[in-house]
């Protein structure tokens, strides 16, 4: 890998926002985190630390449909999805359907880093966490808790409500890397997984692009998910807005809503959606970090 000399990320905090709610909490905290993002990069991290650490802000926060702001499943208790991938090395991992897992995406790359699967799903996940020392929420009843902008009523209504994290990242090495975690649809089957925890549906990173997908999983894994976006790129020589205005456009044509963030070896950052609105954050060299919601 070679001195790259530019830098790039951006987070989303999901994109099923809702008019008129209030997100500012989960604003501050992005400015918060785009802001040690942008320094962390600048100062030589690694893209696969930064999404990693962005992440488990978002995940362990509550603020968002993640970790400690998942919502139960139709039998009532969590699951959480979350997925990681490795641009340099091709490398990644997740943890499906998996419960009470403190930090969701450390399991994801703990699978990546430490074990020979891409994938573990439910118990064997759990077990795999607990052989590697990983930290398990203690008391399930008082830690999870409602993220910003959620109500009760969307979690009665099984309204296809949802929420994920996510981060996409350039280094100075031009390294790429995506991860994202997610505690899925509102009140969804026990068992159902989205696209979030498939690498190639909900996360992509190769050596051109970095992407995270955010909406209505079955949509975007019929819609071919993150890895659309990539061979886009790669087979369509398609300019990075295009090519995830692309993959947007089939999630819709797929009844499904949601958003997606992606940068590329250049560090041009793209973000679309076709909700009301993402909760996002993207900066770089030379580009002051910057957040927004509709
Ligand atoms: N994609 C997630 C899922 O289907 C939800 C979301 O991103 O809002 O589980």
């Not at 190639?200 to 692009?209: I, R």
């Not at 295009?242 to 797929?254: F, M, N, P, Q, T």
Request: negative net charge; hydrophobic residues 40%.
């Amino acid at each position: 890998m070679t001195e790259n000399n530019t830098y790039a990320f951006a987070l989303h905090g999901g994109a099923g926002v809702t008019p008129g709610r209030d997100y500012s909490d989960a604003e501050a905290h992005m400015r918060e985190l785009a802001l040690a993002c942008e320094r962390d990069l600048r100062a030589g991290a690694a893209a696969l630390d930064i999404v990693t650490r962005a992440v488990e802000e978002m995940e362990t926060c509550g603020l968002y449909v993640a970790g400690r702001g998942s919502a139960p499943n139709d039998v009532g208790y969590v699951e959480l999805d979350a997925s990681i991938m490795d641009g340099a090395t091709r490398q990644g991992g997740s943890i499906a359907a998996a419960r009470d897992v403190m930090l969701p995406i450390r399991a994801a790359r703990a699978v990546m880093e430490k074990s020979e699967h891409v994938m573990l799903t439910a118990r064997g996940a759990e077990r795999f966490c607990r052989q590697h020392g990983l930290e398990f929420v203690a008391d399930p009843d008082s830690y999870y808790r409602l993220p910003v902008g959620v109500v009760e009523e969307d979690l009665a209504t099984a309204n296809r409500a949802h929420g994920t994290v996510g981060a996409v990242a350039l280094d100075l090495q031009g390294r790429l890397a995506a991860a994202t975690s997610t505690g899925g649809i509102f009140g969804k089957s026990e068992g159902r997984l989205g696209d979030t925890p498939i690498i190639g549906a909900g996360t992509w990173a190769d050596e051109n692009v970095a992407v995270s997908c955010t909406g209505l999983g079955e949509a975007f894994i019929l819609a071919g998910g993150a890895q659309d976006v990539a061979s886009r790129v790669r087979y369509g020589s398609q300019p990075l807005d295009e090519a995830v205005e692309g993959l947007i456009a089939d999630v819709g044509a797929r009844d499904g809503d949601g958003g997606v963030i992606a940068v590329d070896r250049e560090g041009r950052v793209s973000m679309r959606w076709n909700s009301f609105g993402m909760k996002r954050a993207w900066g770089g060299a030379g580009h002051i970090p910057t957040v927004a919601v509709f």
